[in-house]
């Protein structure tokens, strides 16, 4: 299959098939990666928007459940999960002129989508700042420098000479996911761009005071006492400049825990003085898995780490990954893999 890169790198493009795609109605499918965060529901409603606005017929589609304090965003209600509804969500890929995958880069990371995803003979348009992007679109937009897929949807209205078709609606959609990923601004993705844009964004009629109480001041008292675990979980090895923090499912249960309540405990580990890399496992029985997430400071890459040894990867400085062993097997792989990052993480 010819691959169409839109800009490679961002900077070199041919929007210009887009463009006539768009030209007339299409039923169109936007879709993103299993267990959204801000990034992947930000960016997928403000391209719904925008696409309602040009008036195509499209419809997001999620592979599962996203965390609560995303369900306040504009059109969240119309969001089909795939877990809930298979048939309904199978039946509006087949029938897609157009699939758009926001926020990912390979089809195994859409979950139980993924199968049907592979199968639906049509044209699907990749937008995405993950490392190492597989082939399966015809169009990708893919930019491993920029700050998140929300302000890769801002460039690509952008590029298509609609800037002037941001309501505030799709203002603040771009607005919580590039907040997200960049950890409010300051993640080394910010660039003077990022700034430019979210400066836009306010102007266009995000409130960004309020997407910030929305997304962040959400806790509940059993959300704060189940961070009181993670911080007496948290381990440090001093010797590898690590941090880490186990989640037992036993631990989980006992706090009440829902979605998106371990949103964040990773970074707590990256806050010590001279930690270069965190990481979380979370114990998940229901999947029979340990969900990993990793982060670190600086050269060390947590895409390579997980990629090699935990069936993950992400970005340079964040990345996710998961395990089949029990918790403390995990924690023991992990621990014994450390000693030959010694060097990279003692640089
Ligand atoms: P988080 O730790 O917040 O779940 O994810 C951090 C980053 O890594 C996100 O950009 C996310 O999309 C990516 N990521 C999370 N889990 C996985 C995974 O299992 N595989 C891959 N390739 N990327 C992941
Ligand atoms: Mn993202």
Not at 222 to 229: A, E, H, Y
Request: proline fraction near 2%; aromatic fraction near 10%.
């Amino acid at each position: 299959m010819e691959v169409r890169w839109l800009f490679v790198y961002s900077q070199t493009m041919n929007i210009d098939e887009i463009k006539e795609l768009l030209s007339s109605p299409k039923n169109i499918v936007i879709t993103t990666h299993k267990n959204p965060d801000g990034d992947a529901i930000g960016s997928s409603l403000a391209l719904l928007h925008y696409l309602l606005s040009l008036g195509h017929n499209a419809l997001v589609i999620t592979p599962n459940e996203y965390p609560d304090f995303l369900k306040w965003m504009p059109g969240e209600d119309t969001v089909l999960k795939y877990n809930g509804q298979a048939q309904v969500a199978q039946s509006k890929i087949k029938e897609a002129d157009l699939i758009f995958t926001l926020d990912f880069n390979h089809l195994s990371r859409s979950g139980d989508m993924e199968d049907t995803l592979a199968k639906a003979n049509t044209t699907f348009v990749m937008i995405d700042h993950h490392q190492q992007p597989d082939s399966y679109a015809t169009y990708v937009y893919s930019d491993t420098e920029m700050s998140s897929t929300c302000q890769m949807i801002y460039h690509f209205i952008e590029k298509l000479d609609d800037l002037d078709k941001i309501t505030p609606e799709i203002a603040s959609c771009i607005y919580v996911g590039i907040m997200t990923d960049t950890g409010s601004f300051r993640f080394r993705s910010t660039t003077s761009k990022t700034h430019q844009v979210v400066a836009d964004l306010i102007d266009y009629g995000a409130d960004n005071t309020s997407i910030h109480e929305r997304v962040y001041d959400t806790n509940t008292l059993s959300r704060l006492q189940l961070k009181g675990v993670a911080l007496k979980n948290l381990k440090v090895l001093q010797e590898y400049s690590t941090a880490y923090i186990t989640m037992s499912q036993k631990e989980l249960d006992q706090h009440n825990f829902k979605k998106g309540d371990t949103e964040g405990f990773v970074n707590i580990g990256l806050s010590i003085e001279g930690i270069k890399f965190a990481v979380i496992f979370i114990e998940n029985r229901k999947e029979g898995i340990i969900k990993i997430s990793l982060r670190s400071k600086g050269d060390f890459s947590v895409n390579e780490f997980s990629r090699s040894h935990f069936e993950g990867g992400g970005h340079h400085n964040a990345a996710g990954g998961k395990s089949n062993l029990s918790l403390s097997d995990t924690v023991g792989k992990f621990i014994s893999i450390l000693p030959s990052y010694n060097k990279l993480l003692n640089q």
